[in-house]
């Protein structure tokens, strides 16, 4: 299982967001829409699966605890070269649909963090900070490198959503 230090915020300029990391040299990684479907889960965490408009669709299981500040996500993803459509049908049946998000994502690179800025239809813009434990060399280094991040993007803790 992995892990990531997270934070997701609103965001009222995304275009600001987006200069910030381009200021301190994050590199554009991704630019597409997602459409990701969240299933009913029995017991502890969430489980989404995430449809990619340029491929690439995974399915994602994490658990995290809703607060409004930087926090632990453990996590599996398993990548969907195909068969996307037939896992959907499949856990429809199963679990049930419990909402689907559509955004559309710019995502940057820097060190052993992403950030995601967001466009969410009929909810509004935001930032997400993803911080890889591992490739940071512990949970210590990873918090350092969100902080930093937070810092970086003007994120204060008014801004933070505790929850998806």
């Known amino acids: 299982m992995a892990k990531n230090i997270e934070v997701k915020a609103y965001c009222g300029d995304l275009a600001a967001a987006r200069a910030a990391c381009e200021g301190m ?10 459409t990701d479907t969240y299933f009913n889960v029995p017991g502890v965490g969430r489980m989404k699966l995430r449809r990619n408009g340029k491929g690439g669709d995974s399915l994602i299981w994490y658990n995290r605890l809703n607060s409004p500040e930087l926090r632990e996500s453990d996590y599996v993803k398993v990548d969907l070269p195909s068969g996307a459509d037939a896992v959907k049908s499949l856990l429809e049946s199963a679990l049930g649909v419990k909402t689907v998000v559509k955004k559309r994502r710019k995502v940057y690179a820097w060190k052993s963090a992403i ?4 466009s969410v239809e009929g909810i509004g813009d935001f930032v997400e900070i993803e911080v890889d434990v591992e490739s940071s060399g512990g949970e210590d280094a990873a918090m350092q490198i969100a902080l930093a991040l937070k810092r970086r993007l003007g994120i204060e803790k008014t801004d933070i959503l505790p929850f998806s």
């Open 25 to 34: 040299g994050a590199r554009i990684v991704r630019d597409d829409f997602q």
């Open 115 to 118: 950030v995601n800025t967001d």
